[in-house]
């Protein structure tokens, strides 16, 4: 399976800071990865596909970036509603996987 | 609109079965790859089976695969997750959704083994 190493596992930022994930996988991906949002007691909500794609009615401040092994999302100017967990996805291979998640919280 | 809604959860007893159902709407049902990924109480998620819209590909992990089962009925645009020989650990809240990297989910089906 293919490991991906999501890094940090939490952080605590203010509003209107600028935010940065990263995602790592264990082998090549190509673009085949996804970003997702989740609050508490809800679905995730898919953010970004193929890497650098922005789901359709998700705010312009959320992007992503990278290929093959290394991957980030970026939140330019964080706001009161970011605050979640943020997952990576890659379905690269079988069996698709998850990073372990980066929590954002309040500063 | 795209709609996913999970059914079937409860509590059971280790070494019982459940049925889970995902009811869809509003897209070409059997045109679309399915999934059920699930999450454990305050952990993060978990990719288990797929399956393709024909169902000519069906993928289990390995921490489901012999005890779990994924069909899907085109017909009445619904997907499935046969659990039998459940756990402790297979506690968890079960989403479907569409696509391998799904874009749209259901709202989850808690199941509870203890």
């Known amino acids: 399976d293919i490991q991906m190493t999501q890094s940090p596992s939490s952080l605590s930022a203010s509003v209107g800071d600028r935010v940065t994930i990263t995602c790592r996988a264990s082998q090549g991906i190509r673009n085949d990865l996804g970003w997702y949002q989740q609050k508490p007691g809800k679905a995730p909500k898919r953010l970004i596909y193929a890497a650098s794609s922005l789901q359709s009615g998700v705010p312009s401040r959320f992007s992503g970036s990278g290929s093959g092994t290394e991957f980030t999302l970026t939140i330019s100017s964080l706001q009161p509603e970011d605050f979640a967990t943020y997952y990576c996805?890659?379905?690269?291979?079988?069996?698709?996987?998850f990073g372990q998640g980066t929590t954002v919280e309040i500063k | 609109q795209v709609q996913l809604v999970e059914s079937g959860g409860g509590l059971v007893k280790p070494g019982g079965s459940l049925r889970l159902s995902c009811a869809a709407s509003?897209?070409?049902?059997?045109?679309?790859?399915m999934s059920w990924i699930r999450q454990a109480p305050g952990k993060g998620l978990e990719w288990i089976s797929g399956?393709?819209?024909?169902?000519?590909?069906?993928y289990n992990t390995d921490s489901v695969k012999g005890r779990f089962t994924i069909s899907r009925d085109n017909a009445k645009n619904s997907l499935f997750l046969q659990m039998n020989s459940l756990r402790a650990e297979d506690t968890a809240v079960y989403y479907c959704?569409?696509?391998?990297?799904?874009?749209?989910w259901g709202q989850g089906t808690l199941v509870t083994v203890s």
């Open positions: 509003g897209f070409s049902f059997s045109d679309y790859y």
């Open positions: 996805l890659q379905h690269n291979n079988y069996p698709p996987t």
């Open positions: 399956i393709s819209g024909s169902t000519t590909i069906i």
């Open positions: 959704g569409r696509g391998v990297a799904p874009a749209e």
